[in-house]
């Protein structure tokens, strides 16, 4: 099996596999999501590009010519550095992307009023790659961020459905959308914000949408793969899809099916 590899700090990266399988399901996938580090997010540059290049690493010796880094923090704080000067030396055929890149080049669709709010992980939010992606290709738009710490860990133990999550919803909402008015889209730029999307909906005024990445990433790999055949032929096409943890997988199963969209049977890693 010569599968994409998909990469994630923990379970968030699931909602953008679940998307991939959705539009591109002829292919093969290998998902590793590095669960007992988790989360990235509060984690400093060095460590977050420390442990991202050892999940790399991982996959790349399994032969994936492909990598998708579905980890908003990871992708703000490693993923460069390791195209730049790590993937020439462990595999000048393979390709490593991120999710910001797709999100930032599509992003001013959305927006009608050139005001864009970006939810995010503190270290995310510190690291300004949206910010600065968004300006490259749309100079004349207005980006407000907004860091929300206490998202991922409701999500993660599943307490987002509840009432306990409202508070912290209401109040990131309102703290934004109060630095600018004139914000129309808000962008959710965590892999786990998804899952919060139906109480985000409900605090938010009339004419604000909400915008998840899975979709917009799914089609950013679609074109990719139709421009790069010599990456896409090397895929193998039989619908497989594997999963690895570095934690309990008997934990990840259970967690992971909510991510997911369906049941999940995963691996255990020791990296």
Not at 25 to 46: I, K, M, V
């Amino acid at each position: 099996m010569v599968p994409i590899g998909v990469f994630d700090s923990g379970y968030g990266g699931l909602t953008v596999l679940k998307e991939l399988a959705k539009g591109l399901p002829q292919y093969d996938y290998l998902y590793l999501g590095d669960n007992s580090r988790a989360p990235y997010g509060t984690r400093s540059f060095d460590t977050v590009y420390r442990y991202t290049l050892q999940c790399i690493q991982w996959l790349l010796k399994q032969d994936c010519p492909l990598i998708i880094v579905a980890c908003n923090t990871a992708s703000a704080k490693a993923l460069r550095t390791i195209q730049q000067k790590d993937l020439p030396h462990l595999n000048p055929d393979a390709r490593v992307l991120g999710v910001i890149r797709p999100t930032t080049e599509v992003i001013g669709q959305y927006t009608h009023t050139n005001n864009i709010g970006i939810l995010a992980t503190t270290g995310t939010v510190q690291s300004q790659s949206y910010k600065i992606e968004i300006e490259k290709f749309y100079p004349d738009i207005t980006i407000e961020q907004e860091a929300c710490p206490m998202w991922v860990p409701l999500v993660e133990n599943g307490e987002h459905v509840k009432e306990g999550a409202d508070y912290f919803v209401k109040k990131h909402l309102d703290h934004i959308l109060s630095k600018n008015k004139q914000i129309d889209t808000l962008l959710l730029a965590c892999t786990h914000y998804p899952l919060l999307k139906n109480k985000i909906e409900q605090y938010l005024p009339e004419g604000v949408q909400v915008i998840s990445q899975g979709e917009i990433v799914a089609r950013s790999l679609k074109d990719y793969l139709n421009r790069h055949p010599e990456i896409e032929q090397r895929i193998t096409k039989s619908s497989h899809i594997t999963f690895y943890t570095t934690d309990s997988a008997e934990d990840f199963d259970n967690h992971a099916a909510v991510f997911f969209g369906a049941p999940v049977q995963s691996k255990h890693l020791e990296l």
